[in-house]
């Protein structure tokens, strides 16, 4: 299995912009949760799915947040507008049930800089 | 909000040497994993321990979890350049949701 994937890698964009990460989860895996990094705020859950409902949203920051799951092989975490405070790394991670509270499973990250 | 805090933040060893960080929380839990970070790369789990457990070990690897107390520790035994990367604490709840610590940046000098 490819593992978690995450596109872009790397994204620089300036203030005001939409941005859009994506994330393909591992095949079978039936949660699929978002992350972000800061070296202020350490790693912060956003947002949670299972079975591609989002189960907890308390994480999203604020209204120009927003996270989807279409179908169980992606989803989408949207910024719009973007703020410079909102550069950080953003981290996708999945994991499937029967594992109990087990391990995620996390992507690569994609590096948001906004200007 | 991060729940796990950990000590030391960072730490610097030679080759061959153990390491030991550890991890505090303040609320009850499920169970508490490891998970270490390498530089500019993703998470990836170590091991995990359940809140009825108090010793769990995974080759070069011993985790132990004193619920009394709220505190877990990671033990690296002989540790190896290749080990040197961040390690984060998360605890689980009564949901699927994890909460990370701070981590512990460890630098094995070789």
């Known amino acids: 299995d490819a593992g978690v994937i995450q596109s872009p890698r790397h994204e620089v964009t300036e203030m005001g912009q939409e941005v859009t990460l994506r994330c393909k989860p591992i095949?079978?895996?039936?949660?699929l949760f978002w992350y972000r990094q800061t070296m202020m705020r350490g790693l912060e859950l956003l947002i949670y799915?299972?079975?591609?409902?989002?189960?907890?949203d308390s994480g999203m920051p604020e209204d120009r947040f927003s996270a989807k799951m279409p179908n169980a092989s992606f989803s989408t975490l949207k910024i719009q507008p973007s703020e410079p405070r909102d550069s950080a790394v953003y981290f996708c991670?999945?994991?499937?049930?029967?594992?109990?509270?087990?391990?995620?499973?996390f992507g690569p990250g994609t590096r948001l800089t906004v200007t | 909000s991060q729940q796990g805090e950990e000590d030391p933040q960072a730490l610097s060893i030679q080759e061959g040497e153990n390491a030991t960080m550890n991890c505090s929380y303040k609320?009850?839990?499920?169970?508490l994993q490891w998970y270490r970070q390498n530089s500019g790369r993703g998470l990836v789990h170590l091991i995990l321990?359940?809140?009825?457990?108090r010793e769990k070990h995974s080759g070069r690897l011993r985790v132990t979890l004193d619920t009394s107390k709220k505190s877990s520790s990671l033990l690296i035994t002989a540790s190896r350049a290749a080990d040197t990367a961040s390690y984060f604490c998360?605890?689980?709840?009564?949901?699927?949701?994890?909460?990370f610590g701070t981590g512990t940046l460890l630098a094995v000098q070789p």
């Open positions: 991670a999945s994991k499937l049930t029967g594992t109990g509270y087990g391990e995620q499973y």
């Open positions: 321990i359940r809140s009825n457990e």
């Open positions: 799915f299972n079975n591609n409902v989002p189960i907890d």
């Open positions: 095949s079978g895996h039936d949660y």
């Open positions: 609320t009850s839990i499920n169970n």
């Open positions: 998360a605890t689980g709840g009564a949901t699927n949701k994890l909460i």
